[in-house]
């Protein structure tokens, strides 16, 4: 048993990561200002969209994108039923009803088949998800959604260095990155809508502080216009630049952190190869570039549930995740909008067997080792 507990993830910050944020505390300017500004651009500079617009989070972001696009009572928002459940809450705040479309029983992602088959007259929005850090088909699906004129915005939320194709996924599209704690890259708590398309670009940063008709930071007044006006009821979901100056920070360093999620998870699958008990995701078919945001296996043991094995893990001092639990299986979803097991197999199959193994660029080869190590033990016990 490893002598230290090895946790699921631990955020990459430096020393200089933090030196950043001090210098921000010290500038006299902590909230939505120049550091935004340049965040937004590097991100944009990055994965190719034309707008961005920095979030306090990227569930902040998904109830924006309800209001600006007017989703509401009647409406129907497709998206897979295996993802966190920020993204069905804010359909069912927003009026609207989720409609679950299966996903590939070993990718975990939503396909243009499986989105076809959940459209109706009602369908106002696709929301895709890159599930653990591949990338969905976003070829099929965005011509299923131009089959129908249905508007597209893809959750990145695990895909930061993402690539399908050769371009990084959403480059010529709409999306919402997270930059939670567990994420490639993090701001603590926060996330960015990115878009080329400036009129929803527009209305998002509104929306996202007060509905103002100016963003809140002016570079030559320092400051919110004193004459702004509220052109229609917005929120408050702005990032602070303490938040931003952390994530510009990391960016720089994306393609590093992101090489040794890599490796890792290469490791990974060389010492797993042919547990009979563990079953790995499948890549996608077509040409993409993994960001391995998670590592996931699959437990499939007759000696133990995957909370048990998780349990018996912990016991070995080697963390574990869980992403997710089926949606439309938690309690308000089957207790208030009727949704039963049976209705999506290869979800639910997921949702009751998957189990994220530690993933995280502070990791050592070795420590997957003690991972491996302890797996084949936990296994072999029952």
Not at 208 to 219: I, M, P, Q
Not at 336 to 357: A, Q, Y
Request: hydrophobic share 40%.
């Amino acid at each position: 048993m490893r002598a230290e507990f090895l946790p699921f993830t631990k955020p990459c910050i430096t020393e200089e990561d933090i030196a950043a944020v001090g210098d921000v505390l010290r500038s006299g300017w902590i909230t939505n200002g120049p550091k935004n500004v340049e965040f937004e651009q590097k991100i944009c500079e990055y994965t190719g969209n034309k707008h961005g617009v920095a979030l306090a989070s990227a569930t902040g972001g998904m109830h924006l994108l309800m209001k600006a696009l007017h989703i509401g009572p009647g409406d129907e928002v497709i998206t897979p039923s295996l993802t966190w459940v920020s993204t069905v809450n804010m359909i069912v705040l927003a009026g609207g009803t989720p409609v679950f479309a299966e996903v590939d029983r070993d990718t975990l992602m939503v396909t243009p088949e499986s989105v076809a088959a959940c459209i109706t007259p009602r369908t106002k929005l696709i929301i895709p998800v890159h599930y653990a850090g591949a990338a969905a088909d976003l070829d099929g699906i965005y011509a299923v959604a131009a089959k129908h004129g249905i508007p597209v915005v893809q959750d990145t939320a695990h895909a930061l260095g993402t690539f399908y194709k050769g371009k990084h996924v959403a480059a010529t599209g709409s999306a919402l990155y997270s930059f939670h704690a567990i994420k490639n890259i993090t701001t603590g708590e926060g996330g960015m809508f990115v878009s080329d398309d400036e009129e929803l670009a527009k209305q998002i940063r509104r929306l996202k502080f007060h509905g103002l008709g100016v963003d809140a930071f002016d570079r030559n007044n320092r400051g919110r216009a004193p004459q702004a006006e509220v052109v229609e009821p917005g929120f408050k979901y702005n990032l602070t630049d303490i938040c931003a100056v952390l994530g510009t920070r990391q960016l720089a360093r994306i393609d590093e952190i992101n090489a040794k999620r890599t490796a890792l998870a290469m490791r990974y699958r060389e010492l797993l190869a042919g547990i009979d008990e563990l079953l790995p995701l499948k890549d996608p078919a077509y040409d993409f570039k993994h960001s391995w945001h998670l590592f996931i296996v699959r437990v499939v043991t007759p000696k133990m549930s995957r909370i048990e094995f998780m349990e018996k893990l912990k016991a070995e001092n080697i963390g574990s995740g869980l992403h997710f639990l089926a949606a439309h299986l938690q309690k308000y979803y089957r207790d208030v909008m009727g949704f039963k097991r049976g209705s999506l197999p290869d979800t639910e199959f997921n949702s009751d067997h998957i189990c994220s193994l530690p993933l995280f660029p502070g990791m050592r080869l070795e420590d997957v080792d003690d991972v491996a190590a302890a797996i084949k033990k936990v296994l072999a016990n029952g």
